[in-house]
């Protein structure tokens, strides 16, 4: 592995871009130590990584870490340490927990855990004040949880999940414009008409779920959902 990546290690000095990808690299290459003060952009998707070392909490002018498609199943507290993070990707590894330490990704704007082993939904990401966009699909979420309504994310995607339940606090999420929920177990009874009415939410996928379309057009506060989708689409053009 060493020689092999070392022609990448000397690009990134320069570009401050390292791109590790499908490298068949097993362990956090330690010569990135030696990038810590100029990296912005590190990818190390497509490798056999099974952890993160503590270590990653010194890149701390990172802006954009990938790690997709590895073996991760958990994240270290130091990540916390990357203040300037704007994007984290770790989509299609086996996390099953995500550490609270989160929160003080005070920069993030988008995160990815799509295709992982999560089980709740990780409430800590309520706290990220500048979150845009949340990827949370393809785990086995059974439900979204009271306290989400702190979430400040513009969209969320929770599709194929193992959803049967919504809180009602969505309805209080300041941002929240587009909210993905398709093929999960969410009977119609699960779309309370607070949800319809008081949210922000102007575009709501829900198909694949318990219940028929035509049924949830019919749902009382469905007609002031739509209210809200025409204009989000007028918006548009």
Same mark, same amino acid.
């Given at each position: 592995m060493g020689n092999s990546i070392n022609p990448h290690?000397?690009?990134?000095?320069?570009?401050?871009?390292?791109?590790?990808?499908?490298?068949?690299?097993?362990?956090?290459?330690?010569q990135l130590q030696k990038?810590?003060?100029?990296?912005?952009?590190?990818?190390?998707?497509?490798n056999k990584?099974?952890?993160?070392p503590s270590s990653i909490g010194s890149f701390e002018h990172l802006k954009y870490l990938t790690i997709n498609h590895n073996r991760l199943g958990n994240i270290p507290d130091e990540v916390q340490e990357?203040?300037?993070?704007?994007?984290l990707?770790?989509?299609? @590894?086996?996390?099953?927990? /995500?550490?609270?330490?989160?929160?003080?990704?005070?920069? $993030?704007?988008? *995160?990815? %855990? #799509?295709? @992982?082993?999560?089980?709740? /939904?990780p409430l800590q990401v309520c706290q990220l004040k500048n $979150?845009?966009? *949340?990827? %949370? #699909?393809? @785990?086995?979420?059974?439900?979204?949880?009271?306290?989400?309504?702190?979430l400040k994310a513009v969209e969320v995607n929770l599709n194929q999940n193992q959803i049967s339940t919504l809180s009602d606090s969505l309805a209080s999420c300041p941002r929240l414009k587009v909210l993905r929920i398709e093929e999960n177990c969410l009977p119609l009874s699960a779309f309370?008409?607070?949800i319809l009415t008081e949210s922000s939410i102007s575009t709501l996928a829900v198909d694949g779920n318990l219940f028929e379309m035509k049924q949830f057009n019919l749902l009382p506060g469905y007609e002031k959902y739509m209210e809200r989708y025409t204009a989000s689409k007028k918006k548009m053009y």
């Open positions: 290690l000397e690009r990134a000095e320069k570009t401050g871009v390292c791109q590790l990808n499908d490298m068949g690299i097993s362990q956090f290459p330690p990038l810590t003060k100029n990296l912005r952009t590190l990818d190390l998707s497509k990584l099974t952890v993160v990357l203040k300037k993070l704007e994007n990707s770790l989509t299609h @590894n086996n996390i099953s927990t /995500f550490p609270s330490s989160v929160s003080r990704l005070t920069s $993030l704007r988008k *995160l990815l %855990l #799509s295709a @992982n082993k999560l089980k709740a /939904f $979150l845009d966009f *949340l990827d %949370l #699909s393809q @785990n086995l979420i059974a439900s979204v949880p009271d306290g989400i309504g702190d309370t008409s607070k």
